[in-house]
């Protein structure tokens, strides 16, 4: 049976699509901007802290989510491919303590304009295994409840910027 939330074509490909109400440009904005991203990234009660965002084809992000206990987080990766206001695609792997990193995957992320919002879709490809794939999709679920929170304290605001 398929989840509408979290349909997968895939056994390794993980696909959210989320309804914003909020324009194409406000939500690729919250993916790109630094301290946007540091308002939503992550699970409930994690804090979020970007290290390096460097949104163009081959720039570098890298970011801290920090647990409630204080456990660090560390996540890295390379931007693939940067479409203003509609695609982004970046990898992404978690550095181990030891210098090392998780097996790296791929997020596509495509924004297309619906009923005066933004129909989002998050497809992370390439997870080794379920348990991994399983991890991320409640990560990303709490993540985007906190991105739509963020996208309607940020309509709501006569500026946007």
Same mark, same amino acid.
């Given at each position: ?10 056994a ?15 939500v690729?904005?919250? !993916? ?7 308002? !939503? ?5 994690? *804090?979020?802290?970007g ?6 084809p081959?720039?570098?992000h ?12 560390w996540?890295?990766? *390379?931007?693939?491919?940067?479409n ?8 992404h792997? !978690?550095?181990?303590?030891t ?14 304009e ?19 794939? *399983?991890?991320?999709?409640?990560? !990303?679920?709490?993540?985007f ?9 940020t309509s709501e ?5």
């Open positions: 049976m398929t989840n509408p939330e979290t349909d997968t074509d895939n390794r490909d993980l696909v959210f699509v989320r309804r914003f109400d909020a324009p194409c440009d406000l690729f904005r919250a !993916w790109t901007d630094p301290k946007a991203l540091a308002q !939503w990234s992550g699970p409930h009660g994690f *804090k979020a802290v290290d390096q965002l460097e949104v163009w081959g720039g570098r890298r970011a801290c989510l920090i647990a409630p206990d204080g456990e660090e987080h996540v890295s990766g *390379k931007y693939l491919e940067v203003p206001p509609h695609r982004l695609v970046f990898t792997a !978690w550095e181990i303590g210098g090392e990193k998780s097996p790296e995957t791929v997020v596509t992320i495509t924004l297309k619906s009923d005066g919002g933004t129909e989002m879709t998050f497809r992370q490809s390439g997870f080794e295994d379920a348990s991994s794939l *399983k991890g991320h999709e409640g990560g !990303w679920s709490q993540s409840e906190r991105l739509g929170v963020f996208l309607g304290a605001r006569p500026d946007h910027e």
